[in-house]
């Protein structure tokens, strides 16, 4: 399935690398032949990545598989003028079918819901195409279909974890003028999910950061979230999110004491009506010494505890969530009751094979449900610069307070294999 027609920002920067195309072509010899050598000149890369992923789940739903290879294949334009530009077509296949899986109810999803889900349906589709300009003094400005991630995916992110990745249609500026300190700000007009579907919106996010104390980075933050009625999520997901974020780490003679604090407000904005006044809080505190890191985390969604379905708990609906409480995914939505993540991993390297474990413990904020715990474990091996194998698990084991017939236990396994250039 062909992505639709581009509209708004994308429009203008077609129309604008058309309008740089045609004063090449207009203008002296040596312009045109200085525009061809960008055009020529640039950068072809590549992403193949073959997945199997399988579930077991012990609820109603079906346990799942799938196997299926994503492929990207991209153009980054050398520089005329400070103009540059970037294309990148997309495709997700399953190898065999997917028919013992359900990979989504929207957009190229194949809505089988008596499986599992995994979230990789078949599309093909422009992933990213953007015109940029970076003629100003420390500051890049792109516009187009862009990938964006901040921090650490928290809030706004790519979910690169899944085969389709989420990109935004989008304003953006970087400014790196004021030493020590990356001034980042976007204009969102869609955001392009993992399912292939698609949320019109009018979006601002801004993100300071400041990289001069010497231990640490301290990061501010205002998202403004602004969903168009056609995409359904007007009322419910529209909020406006603000917060501070700090990370560092000291050395501590043969040791490294690694830190993250973390708080955000969110609440209404524009025409969300859900009455929201959530906070948000993340405290970290790990060692890296000896080969080995080892790190502590709480995290806490507040929640009210008393209106089921997507409101009643501080939400992120742009975050990268599978990186965040568990990699079974069962918090991809915060109940209403809010979440405690207790969590503690430790990770290694043993023969040029990367390792880590990391145990979680979930609570409701509001209440007393106890969720249940999880357990995750990875290992990871590159192979040169291009190549990459990949093994990961997740177990979930949910606890009778939280246990319905649709929620349950849940183990996921996948096997990976990458190559990018």
Known sequence: ??????????????????????????????????????????????????????????????????????????????????????????????????????????GWGNGNGTYSVIADPEGTELNRYWLGYNGLADTVVRVGRQRIKLDNDRFIGNVGWRQNEQTYDSFTLTNKSLQDTTIFYAYLTEVNNILGSNDDMESHLVNVGYNGLGFGKLVGYGYFLDYDKESGKE???????????????????????????????????????????????????????????????????????????YTGAFQTPLATLHGQNGWADMFLTTPAGGLEDRSIAISTKVAGIKLKAVYHDYEAESGSVNYGDEWNLVAVKKFGKNYTVLAKYAAFDIDNDWKTTARDDKDKLWLQAGFKF
């Open 1 to 106: 399935m062909l992505p639709k027609q581009p509209k708004g920002l994308l429009s203008l920067s077609i129309a604008a690398a058309l309008s740089l195309s045609g004063f090449a072509v207009s203008t002296t010899t040596a312009q045109a032949d200085a525009f061809t050598k960008a055009l020529t000149g640039g950068k072809v890369k590549m992403d193949v990545r073959l997945r199997y992923e399988d579930v077991e789940d012990d609820s109603t739903a079906k346990d799942a598989d799938l196997l299926t290879v994503r492929t990207r294949l991209g153009y980054q334009t050398g520089s005329i003028s400070g103009f540059d530009a970037y294309v990148e077509m997309e495709n997700t296949t399953a190898i065999g079918d997917d028919n013992d899986a359900n990979t989504g109810n929207a």
């Open 235 to 309: 009322v419910t997901h529209s909020s406006r999110t603000l917060g501070l974020r700090f990370k560092g780490a000291t050395d501590m003679g043969g040791a490294k004491l690694l830190y993250t604090a973390e708080y955000a407000q969110q609440d209404d904005y524009k025409d969300g009506s859900n009455n929201i006044d959530y906070d948000y809080g993340l405290l970290k505190l790990g060692v890296k010494v000896s080969g080995f890191t080892i790190m502590a985390g709480y995290e806490q969604l507040e929640g009210d505890d008393n209106v089921t379905g």
